[in-house]
């Protein structure tokens, strides 16, 4: 009776981890048909006069309209030690045609402005795109800066879950368009 019990308990043990394995799966997929539409570029970090450059640079997108931003910002704990990005990021929160929510940020990036994708994370019920300017802005005191801003694109569960990338795609390109020069 005893070896019944643990057959039975392996084989339920077993399939569960089967089905958590497909599931995992089936949670990839977007991530990586995502990341093959909207390539991560990778700025210049290290170099004091060309930080914030893009040094590859994947697909360029357009806002499609006003966003707020934060200017780029690195550190570095002293002289011998490697520099890094902030990961700071002016949040935008899309729910379907309407930003929901906006952070403040150090200004505004307008309509049309050119960015890249630095980074994209795919959860249960949202895709966020970490982003960053492709030119520096002119700012109100003449200095000129990059700037960044994270895309928050809420979703129903079940899109992701079933791997509709057309429709997250879609709720994607509504405010950020491939730029059509990808210059």
Not at 141 to 159: I, M, N, Q, R, W
Request: net charge positive.
């Amino acid at each position: 009776m005893k070896a019944y019990r643990f057959t039975s308990l392996l084989m339920a043990l077993l399939s569960t981890v089967i089905a958590g394995g497909a599931g995992a799966e089936t949670a990839r997929e977007p991530a990586q048909s995502l990341k093959a539409r909207y390539p991560l570029s990778t700025i210049e970090v290290g170099n004091v006069s060309n930080q914030g450059v893009v040094a590859k640079k994947g697909l360029v997108l357009r806002l499609e309209a006003d966003a707020p931003a934060l200017r780029i910002r690195f550190v570095q704990a002293n002289t011998k030690s490697p520099r890094f990005h902030v990961r700071d990021y002016a949040r935008v929160e899309v729910m379907g045609d309407r930003i929901v929510s906006a952070e403040r940020g150090d200004f505004t990036l307008p309509k049309g402005t050119r960015v890249v994708v630095l980074d994209l994370k795919v959860e249960s019920d949202r895709v966020r795109l970490f982003t960053h300017t492709v030119e520096p802005l002119r700012l109100p005191d003449g200095k000129a800066a990059y700037a960044c801003t994270e895309f928050v694109f809420h979703l129903e569960p079940s899109v992701l879950a079933q791997g509709d990338v057309v429709t997250v795609q879609h709720q994607i390109e509504r405010w950020l368009l491939p730029d059509k020069t990808n210059g």
